[in-house]
């Protein structure tokens, strides 16, 4: 069973600090990472996409890679109360082109 | 980025009536599109992968007489709910797949449709 997992949260940030996500997953032969932020009600939204190990960085986002621990990270500086959301991590599969598997998602909630 | 529109947006129908959704790639041609579902506080689900011009894909569980899906054209795919349940109220979306020429693939979600079947 390929899993892709992350804490459920709630991660409670402060207004301009800094949330770090994570997320594992157990298929090693992935090759495509993506982050998707979740409104409450509404569908997924891509924020960024990762393939190479390192640090990808757009904007207040940042995605790291770690093909060897098979860990994706997503970091959110100057973190605003509309970065409050469900932050989705979805992988994808090694055997099936453009198949994503996704983790069930960390809830951030930014306070003021 | 790329853009995705589903309709309708939301839909109630009765217990027995079948229910079309629709998922279009507005700016760019989709040879492959996904259907998924997601239930209250849960993650999404695939439920099945669309290609055009042939028969769709589903994953174990899913009925596909149940959950029928036509993807009759690069930039349209259907999927029809039919005989629908109580159980089968849900979210679904649908996303397609952008490959653009000397880029990387990225997948795009439609704003989803949410199903009430009374």
């Known amino acids: 069973q390929k899993e892709v997992e992350q804490n459920s949260g709630p991660l409670s940030v402060p207004e301009g600090a800094i949330a770090s996500l994570n997320c594992t997953y157990s298929?090693?032969?992935?090759?495509?990472f993506f982050w998707y932020r979740q409104y409450s009600g509404k569908s997924p939204e891509l924020i960024m996409f990762?393939?190479?190990?390192g640090d990808k960085e757009d904007g207040r986002f940042t995605a790291q890679l770690n093909k060897a621990s098979q860990y994706v990270s997503l970091l959110i500086r100057d973190s605003q109360p509309s970065d409050s959301a469900t932050y989705l991590c979805?992988?994808?599969?090694?055997?099936?082109?453009?198949?994503?598997?996704f983790g069930a998602g960390t809830q951030v909630v930014v306070t003021p | 980025g790329a853009v995705v529109s589903q309709h309708p947006s939301r839909v109630i129908c009765k217990s027995g009536t079948s229910v079309k959704i629709e998922c279009r790639s507005l700016?760019?041609?989709?040879?492959?599109m996904f259907w998924y579902r997601q239930f209250p506080k849960q993650s999404l689900m695939l439920m099945a992968t669309?290609?055009?011009?042939?028969?769709?894909?589903?994953e174990q569980g899913v009925e596909k007489d149940k959950f029928l899906i036509n993807h009759a054209s690069l930039t349209l795919s259907t999927l029809t709910v039919t005989s629908a349940h109580p159980e089968d109220s849900s979210f679904y979306i649908c996303?397609?797949?952008?490959?653009?020429?000397?880029?990387?693939?990225?997948?795009?979600f439609g704003p989803g449709t949410r199903l009430l079947v009374l």
């Open positions: 996303s397609a797949r952008d490959r653009p020429s000397g880029g990387r693939e990225t997948q795009y």
């Open positions: 298929d090693r032969g992935s090759q495509s």
């Open positions: 990762i393939y190479s190990n």
């Open positions: 979805a992988v994808g599969s090694a055997d099936s082109w453009g198949k994503l598997q």
């Open positions: 700016d760019f041609q989709a040879t492959t």
């Open positions: 669309s290609n055009e011009g042939s028969k769709a894909t589903y």
